[in-house]
């Protein structure tokens, strides 16, 4: 059975000035994505959002939405965001790079305020209040003023103000931007629990590597034009040519073993990142490697603490595209 | 409507969140109005002080001195002008005024009184100038009306004098006149005699010539008869008569002849001689009666003629006697023309009473209208400026354009929002006026809403496209401030506009919206009776007009910069990004140091222990650096 698409974006032109900022970009969104768009800083992420939800009119191309009426009827045609753009602004809800609510208000007031600019009824928006506030975690601080909210809790404030009106699709622009890993770790977290209640997420990001964990969905996105669509496994699969090792010894002279493996003729090594703690070794021959790797550190009296052996990282994949571009 | 409604009460509790901004806001012209009230609900010059100069403080000077103190001035004399002066410099004194040793009047001298002001005290030297001209001019009207009175009496004298002679007058042209017909009279009886005599008129030569022609047809008739006796004589023989009968006939004849010869003889006597000589008598006596007459004639035209010249001075004086008649008739006429008889009026026939159109009111209720629209100016656009720059530097912002809400209907509930404050404000500053200043509101409130809307609208419309044109809270508030205070300098509120050049004077005066604002609620609240509006109606639709083309503006504004403010969001993020970067180098170099020295701790802890309490122990130290990199990470953020 096919899945239903929310969102079909056609051969996409946006420019400003001469710079052309999207050119010829398509992909279609559909329901129950967790739809990644990665890229560079500069490659038209932001860009391509707004014109999704019509804050952005296009050069070229078009950009379909499906009603929320059709979300069970496959047979309804999509309609385009830009003759619609009221409409559409009830599909989806955004939440951009910057946090935006009114920082003078307290959260449940934000949230108050920008669900009734929805129309919605009382009723349904204090229900819809009451769920957020537990999703996101703000319940116990509903009533705090916006401005004296920590980063995190101010992202996820924005995330409830773009959710407060029950879109089918979330949009989030670079949602972990200028947050510190383990409050990017409960981003994502949170980003998939809203996944997992039916909501349709798109988002842009350039942690490439957090995204691989997360989305189902995954267009690299390289100066203004889409390089590849797909889920991260069938990029893993369609792009890799090499495995990474990643080890963990003690007392971890890495520098050493990195010496003695190059000078192993039987094994290739493409790159090494030392992250102090740990090495990760890209190799297109992994058992070989690995076996050489243990048999440096037997001499060296290395102690093992941890080793792991993965298909590469969509960093990789991503680098490999944008060089080969 | 209702989300029009939700935005006014989330601008409303953002607006009141911050208490200094409400505070200054929304009671800021309150307390305005409130000290100005205390401070100047009064029509009297308490605070003005006077000094006065005399060389001698005389009686008629200290009435001087009481006049101003009846205008309740404060009076301080001084003996040395100088001192006097020196405490206007001082700001001791207001003004000093200088009177002279003597205040009588004479034709050599007026009384010249000197006042000294400090000019650079714009408004003060006016209520100084019109206070002292108003006590120098009472006193110098008093002095006026008596001199007046003086004329006035003297003049009425005048006119009775004037109606004595010209009585006199009239009877004097009377008894001329008396005189001349006497005189008419007189001439006629002297025309009366005839005084004509004609010797001619007895007509002695045809006396003459007729005796004398009568002398000759006797003679002729004589000769005739004698010529017909001799031929009768002669032809008697032939008439067949006898003898006798011819004898009898020649004797008679005869006879006859002897008669006629007789009467030729006495006829010839007479000849005429005495009778020509009775004529000539006659005829010289008559002459000698014509001479007479002659002369009787002429005695009596000269006598006539002199008559009539004396006729003719009497009415030639009568004539002059009618002019001065005339003359002293118009003079009086001339001073009964003068209808006002009172000295006070000829003194001051336009005194300076004020028609109560605008009734002598406190200065406080003088300026409320001005002081109204100027709060309403502050306030609409400073108020409508902050609501504008709040939203547009509230994160909040983007969310707005993305929510399917109009931009209008943001707009409105900006508008909305200002013109509820400011309502607010109106209706206790009309409360307080109405009830402690006893403003006339209530007659005329109608009126009065309608200009304040109107007038409210514009300078809020005008508030919230400076808002929208420029980008920092400060820029706008100052172009705020700056257009208000633009529009308060170019209003006679502070300088008479009267003082400018006369086409800008006419260009401010009708089109500055702040002096539309105030006159036509000026005229609505102080005026008695109050303006139709229909009479203002032309300075109303200015203000509408003025408010839609700003409300125009303000809409296009919004557009603008939904357009624009992604480009903005995107340059944002670019700078931050760099700056990011920046961070990151910095960062990595801090962690690297810290990765460092975890390294080394863990080597130095890991020497001579047993692989699984190394393994623990190294997962530890690990776990410790990770907490350790994103403590830095924090710092550095």
Known sequence: ?325 | MINLFKIIKKNFKILLRSKTSALIVIFGPLLIIFLMGLAFNNANPFSIKIGIYSESYSNQTEEFLEAFRAENVNIVKFTDIEDCIEKIRDNDIHACVELPATLEVSNERKVELIYHVDSSNLILVDTIGNLISKTIMNKSSQQSISLTNILLSKLEETKSTIDAQNAQLSSLIESNNQLKVDLGKVITNLKSINTEFDPNAYNLSQIKEKSQSLTKAADSVVEDTLDMIEQLEDDVDDFCLNASEEQALLDDLNDTRTVVLVLQTELSNNNGSSLSRLVNNLNTGLNVVQSQFNNIENTRTEAISSLNKTIDSISSINNKISDIQKKLTNLKESIGQIKITRADVIVSPFTTKVNQIAAKETYLKKKMPSIIILVVMFIGILLATTLVMIEKKSPAHFRNYIVPTRDITFIIATYLTSLIIIALQLAIILGVSVTVFKLNFLNNWINICLILFVTTSLFIFLGMLIGYLFKSEETSVLAAISVGSLLFLLSDLLIPIESMPLYLYNFVKSYNPFIIGSELLKKSIIFIPPTPLKNMLNDVLLLVIYATVSLILVIIAHKLIRANYLGKLMIRRAIRIRRMKKVTKKEKEQLKKAQKEIKKENTKKMDGRTKAGKKAKAEKAISEYEKHAAGVYLKMK
């Open chain 1, 1 to 325: 059975m096919s899945k239903v698409t929310v969102f079909e974006v056609k051969n996409l032109v946006k420019q400003f000035g001469q710079k052309i900022v999207l050119d010829g970009v398509s992909f279609k969104v559909e329901k129950g994505d967790i739809f990644g768009v990665i890229g560079m800083s500069g490659s038209g992420k932001t860009t391509l959002l707004n014109t999704m939800i019509g804050f952005l009119d296009p050069d070229e191309g078009e950009v379909f939405y499906r009603p929320i009426r059709a979300l069970d009827n496959t047979t309804e045609s999509l309609k385009l965001v830009h003759k619609n753009k009221h409409e559409v602004e009830t599909v989806f809800g955004f939440a951009s790079q910057d946090p935006s609510f009114y920082l003078q208000l307290t959260i449940i007031e934000n949230l108050r305020h920008f669900g009734s600019l929805y129309g919605m009824s009382k009723k349904i928006l204090n229900s819809n209040i009451e769920k957020l506030l537990k999703l996101t975690g703000l319940e116990d601080a509903k009533k705090t003023i916006a401005r004296s909210l920590s980063g995190g809790m101010q992202k996820r404030l924005d995330i409830a103000c773009a959710l407060v009106h029950s879109p089918q699709v979330l949009i989030l622009d670079e949602p972990t931007a200028d947050l510190d890993p383990i409050l990017r770790k409960q981003m994502w977290e949170l980003i998939r629990q809203i996944n997992e209640r039916g909501t349709t997420i798109l988002l842009s990001s350039h942690f490439l590597s957090e995204l691989e964990g997360l989305c189902t969905k995954i267009a690299i996105l390289h100066n203004g034009k889409i390089l590849e669509v797909g889920s991260p496994n069938e990029l893993k699969y369609l792009y890799s040519k090499n495995e990474e090792i990643n080890l963990e010894t003690a007392p971890g002279r890495y520098k050493k073993i990195i010496e003695k493996l190059k000078k192993s003729s039987d094994v290739k090594i493409d790159k090494v990142i030392d992250k102090g703690h740990k090495i990760i070794i890209y190799t297109p021959k992994s058992e070989q490697a690995l076996h050489r790797i243990l048999h440096i550190m037997e001499q060296m009296n290395e102690k093992l603490l941890d080793v792991r052996v993965n298909k590469p990282s969509l960093n990789e994949i991503f680098e490999s595209l944008v060089e080969n571009d």
